[in-house]
């Protein structure tokens, strides 16, 4: 029994010298001095990643931009035939002249600052009314026969507002009308229409298109701008 209480007692005195130990571990642990070191760390890593993430990679994706997409980089300008900047071809433009194409309806009237569609329901009668009467004006435009099947971007609006494009088939309506207005020739005039269709993106993503502005200043640059009636835009 001697023996056995002997052992306990000493088991005891080994665990208040271990209790002990990390009591002065922790209390060394949390010393001032352990404290500025730390935050020393904590203030270094910060300084670190700022000048990494605030200013190294975005001056490197900046200067990457304008390198590699120097025209995307600045807006995708376009310019006509004297230099002078027309527009971006990321944003339409409400083209009324006939001797034009024309591009989607926007709620907003192409405003960029403020991209939005209508936000009518599809069952909404101002929606539906709306559809109508631009489908309606598009045929008497072109002259085209109650019976024609239109491509569904002739009547709806652009969901941001500011679509640049419309689809090969609506440009195809187009095209005999600006002929006309212009007397140029409708095949020549069809061809530059054609070369003008751009494909799906990566063969697979959205749909073929005509970029109405890019057109227009093709036509223009092709066949001649016609001179802009008194007080039209």
């Not at 300084?47 to 990679?57: E, P, Q, R, S, T």
């Amino acid at each position: 029994m001697s023996g056995v209480s002997q052992a306990t007692s000493d088991h005891a005195r080994e665990k208040l010298a271990g209790d002990g130990d990390v009591g002065t571990l922790v209390e060394s642990a949390v010393s001032p001095v352990s404290v500025l070191r730390q935050l020393g760390h904590g203030v270094a890593m910060t300084a670190v990643l700022l000048v990494l993430c605030g200013v190294i990679y975005p001056a490197a994706l900046y200067s990457l931009g304008h390198v590699a997409f120097a025209r995307q980089a600045n807006g995708s300008l376009l310019h006509d035939r004297t230099g002078r900047v027309v527009g971006s071809a990321l944003i339409g433009q409400p083209f009324t002249r006939p001797e034009y194409f024309q591009g989607r309806r926007s709620a907003t009237g192409n405003n960029a600052a403020n991209t939005s569609g209508s936000n009518l329901g599809p069952t909404n009668p101002a929606l539906i009314d709306s559809v109508r009467a631009a489908s309606a004006r598009f045929r008497t435009d072109n002259a085209l026969t109650d019976s024609l099947q239109l491509p569904s971007d002739v009547g709806t609006a652009s969901g941001s507002g500011i679509d640049p494009d419309i689809s090969p088939a609506n440009a195809r309506l187009q095209i005999a009308r600006v002929a006309r207005v212009r007397g140029i020739d409708a095949l020549a005039l069809r061809t530059l229409v054609e070369r003008h269709v751009q494909p799906r993106q990566l063969l697979v993503l959205g749909e073929p298109r005509v970029n109405v502005l890019q057109l227009n200043l093709a036509v223009d640059s092709a066949f001649g701008a016609l001179a802009a009636p008194h007080g039209s835009p």
